[in-house]
């Protein structure tokens, strides 16, 4: 499993939890960073060619970002813009990203309780992150279940250590692709006739 991950902060020298992923993941086997900002420059403008064929290379696509203003800092946008162009990612012939799973990792202020229903953030990090989702779907990729490390305006040294191993046994998680998770309960319960009975 070959996975690429887009960071999409506006300075990682200044950020204390993406600095923290970014330098974990770069780290990681497997696994292609890239610092979004500081490859597009002040013009946000991206080699497309290059950015398309590095997409075709990994199996697993991974946007990493701080929570701004409830999305992802505007470089993101402009990468998806540029990159996930028309004939390549969706419409005729665009089914170069059909197979491939795509994961969130984000970073949010508002502490975790905020992010729910009578939270006042009112809404939780599943809903606000739709557009993420649809695109995925649109683009024929699978989505999985976001990493999200939430009230880390003020985290302490060791809240954020503990969010980069979180993170990576996030990634590394072998039943992350939901159907995997289901196949194996399917054939548990296949395998323990009682329980099955109690289920149907
Ligand atoms: C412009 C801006 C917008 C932000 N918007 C949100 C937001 O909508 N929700 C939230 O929970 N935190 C928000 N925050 C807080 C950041 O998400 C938080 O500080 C960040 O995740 C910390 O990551 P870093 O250390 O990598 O910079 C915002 C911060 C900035 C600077």
Redesign the pocket.
């Known amino acids: 499993m070959k996975t690429l991950v887009l960071t999409a ?1 506006p300075d990682l020298g ?6 923290a992923w970014f330098d974990a993941l770069t780290q990681a086997d497997s696994v292609t960073t890239r610092d979004l900002t500081a490859i597009g420059g002040s013009e946000m403008r991206f080699d497309i060619s290059a950015e398309q064929t590095l997409l075709q290379a990994h199996d697993r696509i991974v946007f990493q970002f ?5 999305s992802a800092p505007p470089v993101m946008k402009a990468w998806m813009d540029q990159v996930l162009s028309y004939g390549f990612a969706y419409g005729p012939g665009g089914t170069r990203l059909k197979g491939r799973e795509f994961l969130i990792l984000v ?4 502490p975790a309780d ?1 992010y729910h229903a009578g939270g006042y ?1 009112n809404f939780s990090m599943d809903e606000l992150l739709k557009p993420f989702q649809q695109t995925a779907t649109l683009t024929g990729m699978t989505y999985l279940r976001p990493f999200v490390a ?1 009230g ?2 003020v985290a302490t040294v060791e809240q954020i250590d503990a969010t980069v191993s979180d993170m990576l046994a996030h990634l590394t998680d072998a039943e992350l692709d939901p159907k995997i998770k289901q196949a194996r309960l399917l054939k548990a319960l296949e395998d323990d006739p009682v329980k099955a009975a109690a289920v149907s």
């Open positions: 902060h200044k950020s204390r939890i993406n600095r701080p929570f701004y203003w409830y970073s949010t202020g508002g905020s953030n939430h880390m305006a």
